[in-house]
Every structure is written in structure tokens, then in C-alpha cells.
């Protein structure tokens, strides 16, 4: 039996096959990269709605990378041209 520390408690795994369930179910991490990258193309595309999201193959793979559990999220970056960023001149 192996144990993983947490910040929030130890994660018990009895057996190799108990690997990857364990972290997802209890440590909220998604050990095969593959099942990480397609969870964030996923829940980018399923964040986005109607919009289209900007990820590109090197983007998603170092998201990928980065991140144990991936979450989508949409929001948006108003314009500096919109008339609430103009400066009186």
C-alpha cells in the first residue's frame, strides 16, 4: 500500500490499479495525461457555449502539463477601444 500527501489529508492506495481512480475519486487529480488533455479540451469547449475557444495544440498541452484537474472557464476582455477605456484627451 502506498500513501500520497495532500495539503488536506494522506490518500491510501491499496493496489496499482487502484492508482488512478483513488487520485480522481479522493485527491481531485487525473494522473494520465492524455485523460487530463482531453477533460480540459472538454471543459473549455463545453465553457464556451456558442463561443469558439482559442486553444491551440502547444496551449492545451502545456495547460495539460500544469494542471491536476481541470476546469473550464469563460469570460471575456473588454476592449481597450470600448468607450468605457477612452481617455478624455
Do not use: Q
Request: charged fraction near 20%.
Amino acid at each position: 500500500m502506498a500513501t500520497a500527501s495532500s495539503s488536506h489529508a494522506d490518500i491510501e492506495i491499496d493496489t496499482a490499479d487502484a492508482y488512478a481512480p483513488t487520485l480522481a475519486g479522493e485527491g481531485k487529480v487525473i494522473p494520465s495525461f492524455a485523460a487530463r488533455r482531453a477533460g480540459s479540451s472538454s471543459a473549455l469547449e463545453g465553457a464556451a457555449g456558442d463561443a469558439t475557444p482559442i486553444m491551440p495544440d502547444a496551449l492545451l498541452d502545456e495547460v495539460t502539463a500544469l494542471v491536476e484537474w481541470p476546469v473550464g472557464l469563460c469570460g471575456n476582455v473588454r476592449s481597450p477601444h470600448s468607450s468605457k477605456f477612452r481617455r478624455n484627451a
